[in-house]
């Protein structure tokens, strides 16, 4: 038998497809949030060319994990992160998620299991949407941020927090004059300094584990690293980690 | 037996709902029916001195209220309680009220009596200000001080002076609603299937508006009621709650979602009110300096000053005895109390092994997803651990 775990999103829906040994048959991802909730598991399995017949096991997770018809449990995300990390990096005892509407920081014990976590409350700055408001100021995609700061030689500090102040201060650099790849430099070091932030709030036990879609920002990773003073491991499909915890939930509750 | 009392349980808890659900129609109530009304200002007031002057007090915490014309006079980043009070007063929300009674224990409500003075001149203040530094013996006298001008005050306003006589009597009152409250807590602890997390809360929030033996003689039917229903606890993981006050409703309604009741709290806007009661005339002195006594001794409050730190303890004590597995800090957007707090009690815990799970919340605040993953994940951590 095989078992799905879908990950609904604010801003992408994952899915991944084990088998009873919890090895990774399938993946699927759309850049689509709650918006695909309603026949996920029908354009899953299509995609995927699996039959109904063969999930044994759904679990829903995300924050459309309430909209999934036809799931058999849902499980919050920061359970199926945690489980999907430890997965993915056997050792993980600390995770950072930066999600596309919110961030998240989970300590786990040596068991894997959650001991603490936290996640932004008061805005949305450290998320994967100031990531992509920024990036739209800049007039290039979220993909091309981390060779954007690749290139600069020094950053420019961006001071606001807030999302709103802080597109109104990368405006005001660009008006005066600062290079594209420097404000590119400071957007990531503000991001990480959030995340840092955040996750101080909860035991930083390495190995730390990024997941989530951010992750992909080698840039982003390194700078909360150097914020942390921890090495961050990120492993291969990060934004699946959710799925796959969420996956591996349903062959663990069947 | 048992679905013919409990629904008598759910009807007389509603009662009381209906009342916390719609303070204006209880303070229209009151008014028709002649009564006149003081506003008390969070978190403590003597409202025993309120009651002998015969007037009803009513609790003034906030609401939810957007701030629009209390922008002008209280920042952003002021605690949500004080800007809706404000804003209920700028836009009549109070009128009718006969006056308020102003407190000074924290920042923002310090400035509250002087912006109050401005905002609303129509529907006068009357300040009230407890010592910090309660444990001094000085606190005690200036504190019996401080009820005789209030009473000189309210005196005045009610039409009829408060005697010593008509201050015993009140204390009485407040004595048989604060044992009432306290069975109702343990009640409601052993029955959340008839009485969920937000049952609990309105149930014990309609204390603010109602007269208070009225709201006693229902909320005793109630706990009478309850005492015969069965032990409902099965299954279900007790929490005890902290912080400034739990809401909104949409939070609350979130805990049995995931299995959770309220064990026990250790809320300024619940238990605190009445966990501890004004001494008997053994202890000596004045009715109003009994009342200080009440003052003086409430401990383990994030807006009382307390040199020994401890609400930690206190929240393990509430865990052990009430058999909680977790606590839940309710943490007041912009309270900076409760946030200075947080630090000492959340290490406490750790230490002690209590999972401890901390989330914001604000009256008025539009949904409660955010809060959704918090609790399930917490239930998941619980369940998974």
């Given at each position: 038998?095989?078992?799905?775990?879908?990950?609904?999103?604010?801003?992408?829906?994952?899915?991944?497809?084990?088998?009873?040994?919890?090895?990774v048959?399938?993946?699927?991802?759309?850049?689509?949030?709650?918006?695909?909730?309603?026949?996920?598991?029908?354009?899953?399995?299509?995609?995927?060319?699996?039959?109904?017949?063969?999930?044994?096991?759904?679990?829903?997770?995300?924050?459309?994990?309430k909209?999934?018809?036809?799931?058999?449990?849902?499980?919050?995300?920061?359970?199926?992160?945690?489980?999907?990390a430890?997965?993915l990096?056997?050792?993980?005892?600390?995770?950072?998620?930066?999600?596309?509407?919110?961030?998240?920081?989970?300590?786990?014990?040596?068991?894997?299991?959650?001991?603490?976590?936290?996640?932004?409350?008061?805005?949305?700055?450290?998320?994967?949407?100031?990531?992509?408001?920024?990036?739209?100021?800049?007039?290039?995609?979220?993909?091309?941020?981390?060779?954007?700061?690749?290139?600069?030689?020094?950053?420019?500090?961006?001071?606001?927090?807030?999302?709103?102040?802080?597109?109104?201060?990368?405006?005001?650099?660009?008006?005066?004059?600062?290079?594209?790849?420097?404000?590119?430099?400071?957007?990531?070091?503000?991001?990480?300094?959030?995340?840092?932030?955040l996750?101080?709030?909860?035991?930083?036990?390495?190995?730390?584990?990024?997941?989530?879609?951010?992750?992909?920002?080698?840039?982003?990773?390194a700078?909360?690293?150097?914020?942390?003073?921890?090495?961050?491991?990120?492993?291969?499909?990060?934004?699946?980690?959710?799925?796959?915890?969420?996956?591996?939930?349903?062959?663990?509750?069947? | 037996?048992?679905?013919?009392?409990?629904?008598?349980?759910?009807?007389?808890?509603?009662?009381?709902?209906?009342?916390?659900?719609?303070?204006?129609?209880?303070?229209?109530?009151?008014?028709?029916?002649?009564?006149?009304?003081?506003?008390?200002?969070?978190?403590?007031?003597?409202?025993?001195?309120?009651?002998?002057?015969?007037?009803?007090?009513?609790?003034?915490?906030?609401?939810?209220k957007?701030?629009?014309?209390?922008?002008?006079y209280?920042?952003?980043?002021?605690?949500s309680?004080?800007?809706?009070?404000?804003?209920?007063?700028?836009?009549?929300?109070?009128?009718?009220?006969?006056?308020?009674?102003?407190?000074?224990y924290?920042?923002?409500?310090?400035?509250?009596?002087?912006?109050?003075?401005?905002?609303?001149?129509?529907?006068?203040?009357?300040?009230?200000?407890?010592?910090?530094?309660?444990?001094?013996?000085?606190a005690?006298?200036?504190?019996?001080?401080?009820?005789?001008?209030?009473?000189?005050?309210?005196?005045?306003?009610?039409?009829?002076?408060?005697?010593?006589?008509?201050?015993?009597?009140?204390?009485?009152?407040?004595?048989?609603?604060?044992?009432?409250?306290?069975?109702?807590?343990?009640?409601?602890?052993?029955?959340?299937?008839?009485?969920?997390?937000?049952?609990?809360?309105?149930?014990?929030?309609?204390?603010?508006?109602?007269?208070?033996?009225?709201y006693?003689?229902?909320?005793?039917?109630?706990?009478d009621?309850?005492?015969?229903?069965?032990?409902?606890?099965?299954?279900?993981?007790?929490?005890?709650?902290?912080?400034?006050?739990?809401?909104?409703?949409?939070?609350?309604?979130?805990?049995?979602?995931?299995?959770?009741?309220?064990?026990?709290?250790?809320?300024?806007?619940?238990?605190?009110?009445?966990?501890?009661?004004?001494?008997?005339?053994?202890?000596?002195?004045?009715?109003?300096?009994?009342?200080?006594?009440?003052?003086?001794?409430?401990d383990?409050?994030?807006?009382?000053?307390?040199?020994?730190?401890?609400r930690?303890?206190?929240?393990?004590?509430?865990?052990?005895?009430?058999?909680?597995?977790?606590?839940?800090?309710?943490?007041?957007?912009?309270?900076?109390?409760?946030?200075?707090?947080?630090?000492?009690?959340?290490?406490?815990?750790?230490?002690?092994?209590?999972?401890?799970?901390?989330?914001?919340?604000?009256?008025?605040?539009?949904?409660?997803?955010?809060?959704?993953?918090?609790?399930?994940?917490?239930?998941?951590?619980?369940?998974?651990?």
């Amino acid at each position: 038998m095989k078992y799905l775990g879908v990950d609904i999103g604010s801003s992408a829906s994952k899915a991944v497809i084990v088998d009873n040994e919890g090895v990774v048959v399938a993946r699927w991802l759309k850049h689509t949030g709650v918006g695909v909730a309603t026949d996920v598991i029908e354009t899953v399995l299509a995609e995927t060319g699996t039959e109904a017949s063969e999930i044994a096991c759904t679990v829903a997770t995300g924050y459309g994990r309430k909209l999934v018809p036809g799931a058999d449990e849902e499980i919050a995300e920061l359970s199926c992160h945690a489980k999907g990390a430890r997965a993915l990096v056997p050792k993980t005892r600390t995770i950072i998620d930066i999600g596309g509407q919110d961030a998240k920081a989970i300590s786990l014990d040596g068991y894997g299991r959650i001991q603490s976590f936290a996640m932004n409350d008061k805005c949305a700055a450290g998320t994967g949407r100031f990531l992509e408001v920024m990036a739209h100021v800049l007039g290039v995609g979220t993909d091309a941020l981390p060779d954007l700061a690749a290139a600069s030689g020094t950053d420019i500090r961006i001071s606001n927090t807030c999302t709103v102040f802080a597109e109104s201060e990368v405006i005001s650099q660009l008006a005066g004059g600062g290079s594209k790849a420097d404000i590119a430099k400071g957007i990531h070091a503000s991001v990480a300094e959030r995340i840092a932030g955040l996750a101080k709030r909860v035991d930083i036990v390495p190995v730390v584990c990024m997941t989530g879609g951010s992750a992909n920002n080698s840039a982003l990773a390194a700078c909360i690293g150097k914020e942390l003073g921890a090495e961050i491991v990120v492993p291969e499909w990060p934004q699946m980690a959710g799925a796959l915890g969420a996956a591996l939930y349903a062959r663990a509750i069947l | 037996m048992t679905d013919t009392v409990q629904q008598e349980a759910k009807r007389l808890a509603q009662l009381l709902i209906d009342v916390a659900a719609d303070p204006k129609a209880a303070l229209r109530a009151h008014l028709a029916g002649g009564r006149k009304v003081v506003g008390c200002f969070p978190v403590l007031t003597p409202d025993e001195v309120v009651h002998a002057a015969g007037m009803v007090p009513f609790g003034l915490w906030g609401g939810r209220k957007n701030a629009v014309e209390s922008t002008k006079y209280l920042q952003a980043f002021c605690c949500s309680v004080m800007k809706a009070n404000v804003e209920n007063g700028m836009t009549g929300v109070y009128d009718g009220l006969t006056a308020v009674i102003t407190t000074a224990y924290c920042d923002t409500l310090k400035c509250i009596e002087e912006v109050w003075k401005v905002a609303v001149p129509a529907l006068p203040s009357i300040p009230f200000v407890c010592p910090q530094n309660r444990k001094d013996p000085a606190a005690l006298d200036f504190l019996e001080s401080a009820f005789a001008r209030l009473a000189e005050a309210l005196g005045a306003f009610g039409g009829r002076p408060v005697t010593e006589e008509a201050l015993e009597k009140s204390i009485a009152v407040f004595g048989a609603y604060r044992a009432e409250a306290r069975r109702f807590s343990l009640a409601a602890a052993q029955h959340p299937w008839t009485i969920p997390a937000a049952a609990r809360h309105g149930v014990l929030k309609a204390a603010y508006f109602m007269r208070k033996e009225d709201y006693t003689e229902i909320l005793a039917a109630l706990n009478d009621a309850l005492g015969q229903i069965p032990d409902e606890r099965e299954g279900k993981t007790g929490v005890v709650l902290t912080g400034l006050m739990a809401e909104p409703n949409a939070f609350l309604e979130l805990l049995p979602d995931y299995g959770f009741y309220v064990a026990a709290d250790d809320l300024v806007h619940e238990s605190l009110q009445f966990r501890a009661d004004v001494p008997g005339p053994e202890a000596g002195g004045s009715a109003a300096r009994r009342l200080a006594m009440r003052f003086v001794g409430v401990d383990g409050c994030s807006l009382l000053y307390d040199d020994e730190k401890r609400r930690g303890k206190r929240l393990i004590e509430l865990c052990e005895a009430h058999g909680a597995r977790a606590v839940i800090a309710c943490m007041m957007k912009f309270c900076d109390p409760e946030e200075f707090d947080f630090p000492l009690y959340s290490k406490e815990l750790a230490a002690a092994g209590i999972p401890l799970l901390p989330v914001e919340v604000e009256q008025n605040m539009a949904g409660a997803e955010g809060l959704r993953t918090r609790v399930q994940t917490f239930s998941e951590m619980l369940r998974f651990g």
